[in-house]
């Protein structure tokens, strides 16, 4: 009697990946050159920009690839020797998809949070926010203030869901090389301001500011992700945070 064998989800943005490391391993792409650009990538794939930007990330990963913030992704003279499965799993969620998935429920959490924080919880949140401002462990404070807001919201199924959110963030090492790329210092204050705005109308109980301030800092940190990694721009703040850091 025959058996059935595992079945395993693979994400969009690893099969892309695994066609662009195709073509490197059969030097349609030698080391040293410049791949296209993301838009390029893209249109010959038929596939999202954040689907193309979690793939050259899985890349780099791999060592298949070197992100140059401000001139490009190019091919490394890359091990051989080296699983492309040794860094993280297929399976892994991709940081777009993530963030899509908070942007359905933190704000309304936060304009939860407006109406039902105790004082307790109100005092842990702007504590939170208070800790990420010039801290040496800023993602650390960011999801104690996250999940604060969630644990004031009332609803456990929220509280439950957006805790399993920040765990999946937590492991995603996509994410975290992408943040190594894009999540400067500078950005990092940008991000306190933000929880303070958070943190007022939470406080006040306006539940509608709350919602649009959530709404508006997680649209900010879907648009600092998508920063061209060509960006003149974006080579000019990492510059401006290193002198400043």
Known sequence: MSSFHPVSVTRLYRMIA??????IRAEDFRPGERLP??????????????????????????????????????????????SPTQE??????????????????????????????????????EQAARNLHGSATPREHDR?????IAEACGNPALVSTVT?????RD??????????????????????????????????????AARKAMRLHLTDIQDR???DFGSDLLQMERSTAALAG
């Open 144 to 148: 104690a203030f996250h999940l604060a």
């Open 171 to 208: 492991a995603s090492v996509v994410l975290k090389r992408l943040e190594q790329h894009f999540v400067t210092n500078r950005v990092w204050q940008q991000a306190a301001d933000e929880h303070d705005v958070i943190l007022h109308a939470i406080r006040t109980g306006d539940a509608e």
């Open 88 to 125: 993280f799993s297929s399976s892994e969620v991709g940081p777009f998809d993530l963030l899509a998935a908070r942007l359905l429920l933190e704000p309304e959490c936060a304009a939860l949070a407006a109406h039902h924080a105790t004082q307790a919880q109100l005092a842990g949140i």
């Open 18 to 23: 695994d066609q662009i490391a195709s073509r």
């Open 164 to 168: 399993h959110l920040m765990q999946l």
């Open 225 to 227: 992700l998508h920063r």
């Open 37 to 82: 650009s993301e838009r390029e990538l893209a249109e010959q794939l038929q596939v999202s920009r954040p689907s193309i930007r979690e793939a050259l990330i899985a890349l780099e990963i791999e060592g298949y690839v070197e992100v140059r913030v401000g001139t490009g992704v190019f091919v490394t003279q890359r091990r051989m020797d080296r």
